[in-house]
């Protein structure tokens, strides 16, 4: 396959605060890629009229911190790199489809951008709207797919970087790679795994001339809509590692609950730590705030 120079291809880049979006980000930079503009979604998705920002300034402070915010803030990174952020309320509104259409992008990438983005902006790049998606795809269509992975136990995790289309994470396949999770890694720590490989799929292809495209097998697809409450409900019946993983996976999402049924509930806030095939005198031990409780395979602590 012919290859091109990484930086021939004007790019516009979709995102939002957050390690998911600033990683890749980031990894497009240094590879060289030439990013035309960042745009990022404000909190009312009703507002119309887009804005162009100021460049945002670092943040500095005397007290230890346990990131560093310009790893999770995308308009700063942007801002350092003399790359232009536009902001945006309604895709819908005329005024900013014409400030995205004037860009002229040959590829527009999008990465936890929160949007569904109108078939007329799809239309407007050269090379196509690629999505990441932190899963293998068709499995876990739709949002929050790494919540849903380790609430289901799923041993197959992954990214995949596909073609976006007027439907939910449906479009052809341009690359996929299976992710590897140690037990117990947090949603963080999973957020930065799978960006960093996503990044690093997306500066591969931008080297290509043309972009594979594997249509989906829709009767093989999952997907789910943005978790509720009932889905942060666990029980003693589930076995220990994918109740430990999910806690600890889907972290972010916290409060759980653990069903003991008639109704009564305990909260759990944070999982600790789990003993595998122990068993203990009973089902539940509480001291000092922090619980043990019996699962299948073994014993789970949270507080």
């Known amino acids: ?125 050269n090379l196509g709207f690629l999505n990441l998606h932190p899963s293998l795809l068709p499995k876990y269509r739709g949002p929050a797919p790494l919540f849903w992975q380790f609430r289901a136990g799923e041993e197959n995790m992954g990214v995949t970087l596909h073609f976006m289309d007027e439907e939910m994470d449906t479009g052809y396949i341009i690359a996929q790679k299976k992710v590897n999770f140690a037990n117990g890694v947090t949603a963080a720590e999973a957020d930065e795994i799978t960006a960093t490989v996503g990044g690093a799929m997306m500066v591969e292809m931008l080297s290509k001339e043309e972009f594979p495209r594997v249509p989906q097998n829709d009767e093989e697809a999952t997907g789910q809509k943005l978790p509720d409450e009932d889905a942060k409900i666990i029980s003693t019946k589930w076995d220990v590692k994918r109740a430990y993983d999910f806690l600890k996976g889907a972290d972010e999402w916290a409060p759980f609950w653990l069903d003991l049924g008639g109704g009564e509930k305990i909260k759990i806030n944070q999982a600790f730590d789990i003993q595998i095939d122990q068993i203990q005198s009973e089902l539940i031990i509480e001291e000092g705030g922090i619980y043990s409780v019996q699962m299948q395979g073994g014993i789970i602590r949270f507080r």
């Open 1 to 125: 396959m012919s290859m091109v120079n990484i930086n021939e291809r004007k790019i516009v880049y979709l995102g939002m605060n957050g390690s998911f979006s600033v990683i890749p980000f980031k990894r497009l930079i240094e590879a060289g890629a030439n990013i035309r503009a960042v745009i990022m979604p404000r909190e009312n998705a009703d507002d119309f009229g887009p804005s162009w920002l100021p460049n945002a300034k670092p943040f500095f402070s005397e007290l230890p911190m346990l990131e560093k915010p310009k790893e999770r803030n995308l308009h700063l990174l942007a801002s350092e790199n003399q790359i232009p952020v536009l902001s945006v309320g309604s895709l819908k509104d005329e005024e900013t489809f014409l400030e995205f259409k004037n860009l002229s992008p040959d590829i527009v990438f999008t990465v936890c951008f929160p949007r569904k983005i109108p078939k007329k902006w799809l239309e407007i790049s």
